[in-house]
């Protein structure tokens, strides 16, 4: 592998290479592993569309492991090819900054957390799982509809099932870093109650 690195970072060299690019990646079209020739040993994920659009990348085999690309991703590490996977997504883009022997550095305030528009998570069913959508996230809040009689069950990452995860009576609230709101699940002990949902990031 660095010898392929010598001879990549040999090439780029002798052409005058960008030491640093900003690229966008689009969307709209569906892609498993397509292969993009590139050689740097930074990225960051400086932009997206919106809160939904998401892509996976390997790093220079197709047998590596993929990465996700949710925003202020930043990886570090040498890398002669990416093979990106996305589904389709209309309108849809992810903007990365791509270096080679590069850092970028800034002064760091504090990300400012965003809260996204409210998603309601209900059941025409009883004790059935109702997963959320796909939607990138850093934070989200939950609370159980004042409204509701029952109990909401709730659980990340797995199927929710009554008595064995988190209870939420009506009016109840709580608060979780998630990555994505389809790892929350829902199950309602009554038809047609709700948990409202409120992502940020």
């Given at each position: 592998?660095?010898?392929?690195?010598?001879?990549?970072?040999?090439?780029?060299?002798?052409?005058?290479?960008?030491?640093?690019?900003?690229?966008?990646l689009?969307?709209?079209?569906?892609?498993?592993?397509?292969?993009?020739?590139?050689?740097?040993?930074?990225?960051?994920?400086?932009?997206?569309?919106?809160?939904?659009?998401?892509?996976?990348?390997?790093?220079?085999?197709?047998?590596?492991?993929?990465?996700?690309?949710?925003?202020?991703?930043?990886?570090?590490?040498?890398?002669?090819?990416?093979?990106i996977?996305?589904?389709?997504?209309?309108?849809?883009?992810?903007?990365?900054?791509?270096?080679?022997?590069?850092?970028?550095?800034?002064?760091?305030?504090?990300?400012?957390?965003?809260s996204?528009a409210?998603?309601?998570?209900?059941?025409?069913?009883?004790?059935?799982n109702?997963?959320?959508?796909?939607?990138?996230?850093?934070?989200?809040?939950?609370?159980?509809?004042?409204?509701?009689?029952?109990?909401?069950?709730?659980?990340?990452?797995?199927?929710?099932?009554?008595?064995?995860?988190?209870?939420?009576?009506?009016?109840?609230?709580?608060?979780?870093?998630?990555?994505?709101?389809?790892?929350?699940?829902?199950?309602?002990?009554?038809?047609?109650?709700?948990?409202?949902?409120?992502?940020?990031?």
């Amino acid at each position: 592998m660095k010898d392929d690195w010598d001879e990549k970072l040999k090439q780029q060299v002798e052409r005058r290479f960008e030491q640093y690019k900003t690229v966008r990646l689009d969307l709209t079209d569906a892609h498993q592993d397509f292969l993009w020739t590139i050689a740097g040993n930074f990225i960051y994920v400086e932009k997206v569309s919106s809160v939904s659009a998401e892509a996976q990348i390997k790093l220079n085999y197709t047998r590596a492991d993929t990465i996700n690309l949710f925003l202020h991703t930043r990886i570090k590490t040498m890398f002669t090819a990416l093979y990106i996977t996305n589904t389709a997504q209309a309108g849809e883009w992810i903007e990365l900054l791509i270096g080679c022997e590069f850092e970028m550095f800034r002064a760091d305030p504090g990300r400012n957390i965003e809260s996204q528009a409210c998603v309601v998570l209900t059941n025409v069913a009883a004790n059935v799982n109702t997963p959320g959508p796909a939607q990138l996230c850093d934070i989200v809040l939950f609370k159980a509809d004042v409204a509701n009689v029952g109990v909401v069950w709730v659980d990340f990452g797995a199927a929710a099932v009554q008595n064995a995860c988190l209870p939420m009576d009506p009016g109840d609230w709580s608060r979780h870093h998630l990555s994505n709101l389809n790892q929350l699940n829902a199950n309602f002990e009554i038809a047609n109650e709700r948990l409202i949902v409120v992502p940020e990031i």
